[in-house]
């Protein structure tokens, strides 16, 4: 199993640029999340998806746009990148929906936007 | 949103010796995880508590679900290089909600 896989490992962007990072796992969970990770903030939820068709909003959701046509993928797209989207993006999943269970992290996506 | 309180920030410490961190919140949590992050890679799960009081080892990782469910604390016996990293704790109110993490616990490890 590969578990969580996140494209692409690195990208930089001009501003206004639109991408969508892509993210798949391959244990069958309901639960997928997308995070940011900024220089002592932790991570801050951005969206979130129960299961394949439903997606719900988290901390931060401006800027972003997800989907989930499928249980085992779950893309992040900025429309128009900014400067304060410069992160690092984690993709994360986990076996229930809204349940107690932890979660696996994938790798993460560096993006800077110019 | 609830925020979650690590301490402390950073810390150096000799290898060898031992470690203590913990995590904070004026709420009371359900569930707390612990996770590692080591450079360039996503978090790990150390250990998941799941009831007040509990206390659960991975190894020379020992981790506590404080009895208020108001913090939890991690503690690493005679750390190692390897031990480098950021530790993150977070934490679930309420089933049917999403976990929150705290801002973590840079640890690095003098030889």
């Known amino acids: 199993n590969a578990g969580v896989t996140q494209t692409p490992k690195f990208q930089v962007l001009k501003t206004g640029q639109s991408m969508t990072l892509q993210c798949a796992q391959d244990?069958?969970?309901?639960?997928m999340s997308w995070y940011r990770q900024d220089p002592g903030m932790g991570l801050r939820l951005i969206h979130y998806?129960?299961?394949?068709?439903?997606?719900d909003q988290g901390e931060v959701p401006n800027g972003y746009n997800v989907s989930r046509s499928t249980t085992e993928d779950f893309p992040l797209r900025l429309l128009s990148a900014a400067p304060s989207q410069t992160s690092v993006y984690f993709c994360?999943?986990?076996?229930?929906?809204?349940?107690?269970?932890?979660?696996?992290f994938g790798d993460g996506t560096r993006l800077s936007i110019l | 949103g609830q925020q979650l309180n690590q301490s402390p920030q950073s810390m150096f410490i000799q290898e060898g010796e031992d470690v203590s961190m913990n995590c904070t919140s004026s709420?009371?949590?359900?569930?707390w995880l612990w996770y590692k992050q080591d450079p360039g890679e996503g978090p790990v799960l150390l250990i998941a508590?799941?009831?007040?009081?509990e206390l659960t080892s991975n190894g020379r990782l020992t981790a506590q679900f404080g009895i208020t469910r108001k913090d939890s604390f991690l503690n690493i016996s005679a750390s190692i290089p390897s031990d480098v990293g950021i530790y993150f704790c977070?934490?679930?109110?309420?089933?049917?909600?999403?976990?929150?993490f705290g801002p973590g616990t840079r640890l690095s490890v003098l030889p």
């Open positions: 977070a934490g679930l109110l309420n089933y049917g909600q999403n976990f929150v």
């Open positions: 709420s009371i949590f359900n569930t």
């Open positions: 994360a999943s986990s076996y229930g929906t809204g349940s107690n269970q932890p979660q696996h």
């Open positions: 508590l799941y009831k007040a009081g």
């Open positions: 998806s129960v299961g394949a068709g439903i997606t």
């Open positions: 244990m069958n969970h309901e639960y």
